[in-house]
């Protein structure tokens, strides 16, 4: 199993831009997260999602979007890139609430200048 | 929502030696509490965890302890080794929710 794995590592955006970021899991787990990780700081919840076609906010949704069309696969979108979005992106999963184990992908590191 | 507190935010200690990081969580409610290692350039990594109906858990080098009555946790590591170094970021999680609360993270130095 390849495991939690993210797409691109590294990434630099001009002011406005837009991009995806990719996060697949061969796991077959259900539940899947997206965080960003600030300089000396802990990892901030974006969105979650509970199963394929389910998503739902975490603490900083702002300026995010995201979809869940298979179990693999959950992508990130920022729409209107602007400075404040620059972080260390990780995606995770796990196989569901009563297994609470998550697995956290490589991350990617997006500058937005 | 939850409100996880990591101290200390960086910790040196010498090889051989142990090392204890500390959390403190807000929400009564919170029944789970890993503990996840993150090395330079890669994603943190679950190494332990708690759940509240125990005191306390131990895999080899490392143990958590948590306190449900003054709401913290605490990760010991003895006999250190420079493979410790790492950021190592505890968090909370509430019953039936899904989402995770992260503290700020500890930056363990081993030095040999």
């Known amino acids: 199993n390849a495991g939690v794995t993210q797409t691109p590592k590294f990434r630099i955006l001009k002011i406005g831009q837009s991009m995806t970021l990719q996060c697949t899991q061969d796991?077959?787990?259900?539940?899947m997260y997206w965080y960003r990780q600030d300089p000396g700081m802990g990892l901030k919840l974006i969105y979650y999602s509970v199963g394929a076609g389910i998503t739902d906010k975490g603490e900083v949704p702002n300026g995010y979007n995201v979809s869940r069309s298979t179990t693999e696969d959950f992508p990130l979108r920022l729409e209107l890139a602007a400075p404040s979005q620059t972080s260390v992106y990780f995606c995770a999963s796990s196989y569901s609430e009563g297994t609470d184990t998550q697995y956290f992908g490589p991350g990617t590191r997006l500058t937005v200048l | 929502g939850e409100n996880v507190e990591q101290h200390p935010s960086t910790l040196s200690v010498q090889e051989g030696d142990s090392a204890v990081i500390k959390c403190t969580y807000s929400d009564s409610a919170s029944n789970y509490f890993p503990w996840y290692k993150q090395e330079l350039g890669k994603g943190p990594q679950l190494i332990i965890d708690i759940r509240s109906n125990v005191g306390e858990k131990k895999d080899q080098r490392i143990a958590v302890t948590l306190n449900k009555t003054a709401k913290h946790f605490s990760l010991h590591i003895t006999e250190t080794q420079p493979e410790d170094s790492a950021v190592y970021f505890c968090a909370g999680r509430r019953r039936n929710f899904n989402k995770f609360y992260f503290g700020s993270g500890t930056k363990l130095n081993v030095k040999p």
């Open positions: 796991m077959n787990h259900n539940y």
